[in-house]
Every structure is written in C-alpha cells, then in structure tokens.
C-alpha cells in the first residue's frame, strides 16, 4: 500500500479523493433538482427539461475554452477559480426562487464541469509518468463511479429532511475541495507548466484543434459510444418498464451492477489493458459495448439484463480510462488541457442520444432500437482505428523530415 501510495503524485491522490468526496455530493443534488423545481415552483415541465438540459450544453461549448485557458494561465487558476464558483452554485441553488436564476445557475453548473474535469485530467497527466497515465485515469473513472453510487443514496435520504439541505451540504463539499486542492498545490508548487512558452492563442488553437484528424475522429467516435451510452439513462428504463412487470426494480438493479461492477473490476482489468496497446483497449471497449446491447434487445428477463449490463459495464472499463489516454498521446505538451476539453465535445452524444432512441421507441420497439444502437456503437470502432492510423502515420512522417 505505502508503496502504490508514493508511485503517484500526492495531488493525484487528492484529485482521486476529491473526485469521489465531489462527485458523491455532486449525484446527491443534481439527480433531484427536476424534482425540487416541480415541488417548489409552479413552472411547467417543458421550463424544467429547459432548466436541466442548459448545463450539459454549455458544458458541451466550455470544455475547450476552459482546457484551453488552463494551457494559457495554468491548471491551478483555472481549477481553483472553477471550484470555488462552483461550490457558489449550489448554494444558490439552495436559495433562490425563480425559474430563470435557476437556469442561469445550472448554465454555469454545466461550465464549471466543463472547466474543471479537463483541467484535472491535464494536471493528472502533467504529474504522472507516461506509462502510469492508463492506470491513473482508470482508478479516476473508479472514483467517478464511487461517487456516483453513494451520491444518490444520500441525496434521497437528506431530502427528506430538507431539498435546500442538499445543495447546502453539496457547496461545503466543493468549498472544502477547494481548500484542501489551494493548500497542496501551494505545498507542492503546481504551476503552470507551459511557463516561458509560446502558447497558441485561442483562434490558433481552435485552427490546431480543426487540422487535427486524429482528434476529429476519436470525437466522433466518442459520440457514437455516448449515444449508446446515454439510451441506458433513457430509452433502456422506458423499455424495462413497458415489457417487464418489475420493470422499475430490475433498472435499480441494473445501475446497482454497474456500478459495484466497476468498481470490483476497474483495477484488475486496467492492469490487463496496460499490456495492450491503447487502441486495442478502445477496440475491445467498443465491441463489448455493442455485444452489451445487442443483449438488451434480445433479453427477455432478469438474467439476459443483467448478463448485457455486465458486459456493457466491462466494455466502459477498458473503453473510457482508454480514451483518456488516447487524448494525452496526440496532445501536445503545451496544449494538453486544450485537448482535453475539446474531447468534450464527445457529449453531443449524451444530448442528441435520448431523443434519437426516444423516436426509434415509439415508432417501432425497444428490441429494435438497441440492435439499432449496437450498430451505431460498432460504428466508432472504424473512426478510432482511422484516428490512431492518422496519429501513426503523422509520427512516421515527423521522424522522416526530421
């Protein structure tokens, strides 16, 4: 243990902490606000699915801008700054009233998300050996999940106490995040490290991030997978509930495997996927994604369900810590967070995903539309295997001309 502990930078650890102290209040609020704006207001639901939906799309635009403004002005003003209005947002969650500052407050909820996770994933990379970036980004994607299975258990629980307690409790956490990352990242001197170098302005760096092939593909890719992805927070529950009685319960179930799946599996298999390289993990992560949910449509009861979400969960394994790593191998040094945030752009697949597969559900029927979705998945391997041919292809003609 002493050992793991000291092969990794101490603001690794605290990032990793952090995530799943962060993440766990984070899923103990948000998951309910539509609920709290249907209690408290008198708003309609068309305003309420307005209101939830502004911070994923900002936080679609703000990825590159805040990774890019990180590469400019260095992880830790660009991080600290995100955590502390953060931790403001939900406390102006707890107090405000109207519509309309609710919407402005989850616009910039979805901004500072989108600042501050490709921040932290440049940092992560910026302290951390090459060959230790897999492991580190996967024992993060194992503290996203952590956190995301305590989160709403807690959150049910406080709101029956209070709904305003939550955000309450959910702005000390990122308050105290934030103070515990300013007092280390003063101990341990994180600074910006592309200090003295010429760093892209934004309009350069938007050209760069345009010429990049690889990276269009891998984002292409990305929208695909997340367009399945997104059906298991939409059109899978709406499916379970119309064939099966106990429809509600097994969806319960289900996100409960997924989430004790990952975090029995994340080390074992991360290990595993070191000896391959990252395309490789990307390939397998795709193609069990798409066995996954060809599985949904072909089940029929509780075991096929579980079964397909099982092998869905161990393709999200190798696929998404993977994709990290594949971001921070085509990335420039000096403009690593701006290519982070760009692959934020991968959640247009989250955004465009539920309404695709809510019209294929009610045209035709759930069995169809997760063999739809299996093709779709089975798509982005094409486009992550052309992004990293590209990639290869530019390294052997960079060491030729040199």
Same mark, same amino acid.
């Given at each position: 243990?002493?050992?793991t502990f000291?092969s990794?930078?101490p603001?690794?650890?605290t990032l990793?902490a ?6 766990g ?8 606000l539509?609920?709290?704006?249907s209690r408290t207001t ?6 309420i699915?307005l209101?939830i939906g502004?911070?994923?799309l ?5 990825g590159?801008i805040?990774?890019?403004l990180s590469?400019?002005?260095g ?5 600290l700054?995100?955590i502390f209005?953060?931790a ?9 009233e109207?519509v ?10 979805g901004?500072s998300?989108?600042?501050?996770e490709?921040?932290s994933q440049a940092l992560m990379a ?13 024992m993060r994607y ?5 956190g995301a ?5 807690l ?8 709904a305003?307690?939550t955000? =309450? %409790? ?7 995040y934030?103070? #515990?990352?300013? @007092? !280390?990242? +003063?101990?341990y001197k994180?600074?910006?490290?592309n200090?003295?170098?010429?760093v892209a302005?934004f309009?350069?760096a938007?050209? =760069? %991030?345009g ?8 984002i #292409?890719?990305? @929208? !695909?997978v +997340?367009?399945g992805?997104?059906?298991?927070e939409s ?8 064939s099966l009685?106990?429809? =509600?319960?097994?969806?319960s179930?289900?996100l ?6 990952v975090?029995l599996l994340q ?5 595993l996927?070191e ?5 490789h993990?990307?390939?397998i ?6 066995a996954g949910f060809?599985?949904f ?7 096929g369900?579980?079964l397909?979400?099982?092998?869905v969960?161990?393709?999200e394994?190798?696929l998404f ?6 971001i921070?191998?085509i ?5 690593r967070g701006?290519?982070?945030?760009a692959?934020?752009?991968?959640s ?6 539920p309404?695709?597969g ?8 759930g069995?169809?539309l997760f063999?739809i979705?299996?093709?779709v998945i ?5 486009f ?13 003609q ?5």
């Amino acid at each position: 243990m002493r050992k793991t502990f000291k092969s990794y930078h101490p603001i690794v650890w605290t990032l990793l902490a952090g995530t799943v102290f962060a993440r766990g209040a984070s899923f103990a609020a948000m998951p309910f606000l539509a609920l709290y704006l249907s209690r408290t207001t008198d708003v309609s639901p068309i305003l309420i699915g307005l209101t939830i939906g502004i911070g994923p799309l900002t936080g679609t635009i703000g990825g590159f801008i805040g990774g890019h403004l990180s590469d400019r002005y260095g992880r830790k003003v660009v991080m600290l700054t995100t955590i502390f209005v953060w931790a403001a947002v939900f406390f102006g969650f707890a107090f405000s009233e109207h519509v309309l500052a609710f919407m402005l407050l989850n616009a910039v909820n979805g901004l500072s998300r989108s600042f501050f996770e490709p921040t932290s994933q440049a940092l992560m990379a910026d302290v951390t050996e090459k060959e230790k970036r897999l492991k580190v980004f996967s024992m993060r994607y194992m503290a996203i999940n952590i956190g995301a299975s305590v989160g709403p258990l807690l959150g049910a629980y406080l709101g029956m106490i209070s709904a305003n307690l939550t955000f =309450v %409790i959910t702005g000390i956490a990122y308050m105290i995040y934030g103070i #515990v990352l300013l @007092i !280390l990242m +003063n101990k341990y001197k994180i600074t910006n490290v592309n200090e003295g170098k010429a760093v892209a302005s934004f309009k350069e760096a938007f050209r =760069v %991030i345009g010429r990049d092939v690889s990276l269009r593909y891998f984002i #292409v890719g990305g @929208i !695909l997978v +997340n367009i399945g992805y997104s059906q298991i927070e939409s059109s899978l529950p709406q499916h379970l509930n119309s064939s099966l009685e106990d429809g =509600v319960v097994l969806y319960s179930v289900l996100l409960s495997a997924n989430a004790i799946t990952v975090v029995l599996l994340q080390i074992p298999l991360s290990r595993l996927a070191e000896r391959w390289k990252t395309l490789h993990a990307m390939m397998i992560g795709s193609l069990l994604f798409t066995a996954g949910f060809i599985g949904f449509g072909l089940s029929g009861g509780w075991t096929g369900f579980i079964l397909s979400m099982t092998i869905v969960t161990i393709g999200e394994i190798f696929l998404f810590p993977s994709g990290s790593v594949f971001i921070d191998k085509i990335a420039p040094d000096e403009m690593r967070g701006t290519y982070f945030g760009a692959a934020q752009f991968r959640s247009i697949g989250h955004s465009a995903g539920p309404m695709f597969g809510g019209w294929i559900l009610s045209q035709y029927s759930g069995q169809l539309l997760f063999f739809i979705i299996g093709g779709v998945i089975a798509a982005s391997m094409w486009f992550y295997y052309a992004g990293n041919a590209r990639y290869e292809k530019q390294i052997q003609q960079n060491t030729l001309s040199a």
